[in-house]
């Protein structure tokens, strides 16, 4: 019902910037928040940040907290993700995913999310 498709990753230096966007298509109307998790090469998905659709009110993970800034357009059905100060721990597959549920304001969790996108690569180099 709903389709996210990301895109702006690649590879950067350590210090430098990357702005992800995930562009939803279909019935986003139904969003209640979309989310950035990221998983690194044999690591565990991990949350990077959510924002509530209608508000515009955002929650991050410590270690983006400071870094990283989540952003939506509206008009655009558009979340951004704008990375900065990268370091090469930030090297993962970057997914946006949307939470059609609702049950929480902040949704962390990455089972809380209904629909995800195909990812994007992020590589930062040391």
């Known amino acids: 019902q709903v389709q996210l498709v990301e895109s702006g990753g690649g590879l950067v230096q350590a210090g430098g910037s990357l702005r992800l966007s995930c562009v939803a298509s279909g019935r986003t109307s139904s969003t209640y928040a979309t989310g950035w998790f990221r998983q690194a090469p044999g690591k565990e998905r991990e949350f990077v940040a959510t924002i509530r659709w209608t508000s515009g009110n955002t929650r991050y993970a410590d270690s983006v907290k400071g870094r990283f800034i989540i952003s939506r357009d509206s008009a655009k059905n558009t979340v951004y993700l704008q990375l900065s100060s990268l370091k090469p721990e930030d090297t993962a597959v970057y997914y946006c995913?949307?939470?059609?549920?609702?049950?929480?304001?902040?949704?962390?969790?990455?089972?809380?999310?209904?629909?995800w996108g195909q990812g994007t690569q992020v590589t930062v180099s040391s």
């Open positions: 995913a949307a939470d059609n549920v609702g049950r929480y304001l902040y949704p962390t969790l990455g089972n809380l999310y209904t629909y």
